[in-house]
């Protein structure tokens, strides 16, 4: 599952879920869809097939704003560095701010580097407030899950509330060391 893949679904489960009361923020390199001539994801057409219709004015593009069917709030997509891969705010006034790693559903071994640096991306960011719950969210793999396991009862990982979450290939999103 690319990153682009693990953002918009994080997104749309809680977009079509109705678990917030506002529209959803993404951020994607342009890089994780394409590359020259080479497309790594095609991002319209997953949105397509999701029931997301794009009503922004600039039809050239992939970024803008997403009516997402079944929801009353939507999807807005960008390409901003910096600013974390997906930004969700909760109902009882608190952000889940996600960064988001690629993976494979199978044993792949770049779990354990991969959610090594989106925890270290979290550490640096400049972009918590007093509601923000910071989340390392990856593709549910076996490993994957082990490790978020594991490290969910480190004492600073714990301290700081960092949760794991993990995203099925249906849609579905498990969570790992966050009290909900």
């Not at 869809?33 to 009503?55: A, E």
Request: aromatic share 8%.
């Amino acid at each position: 599952m690319t990153e682009a893949e693990v953002i918009l679904r994080i997104a749309l489960y809680y977009l079509k879920n109705h678990l917030t009361d506002e529209d959803v923020y993404v951020s994607i390199d342009g890089a994780h869809v394409k590359i020259g001539s080479t497309c790594h994801f095609d991002i319209q057409l997953f949105l397509k097939q999701n029931g997301c219709i794009y009503v922004s004015e600039d039809l050239e593009r992939w970024q803008g704003e997403y009516k997402v069917m079944g929801s009353e709030h939507n999807l807005i997509i960008s390409s901003t560095p910096g600013v974390g891969d997906v930004k969700v705010h909760l109902e009882e006034g608190k952000e889940l701010l996600i960064e988001a790693k690629k993976g494979k559903t199978n044993k792949s071994g770049q779990e354990y580097v991969l959610m090594r640096e989106a925890i270290g991306q979290l550490m640096t960011s400049d972009k918590w407030t007093k509601s923000t719950i910071p989340v390392v969210a990856v593709p549910y793999s076996e490993k994957s899950y082990e490790l978020a396991e594991r490290w969910s009862k480190v004492a600073q990982i714990r301290r700081i509330g960092i949760g794991f979450m993990l995203v099925r290939e249906d849609g579905v999103i498990e969570w790992v060391g966050y009290n909900r």
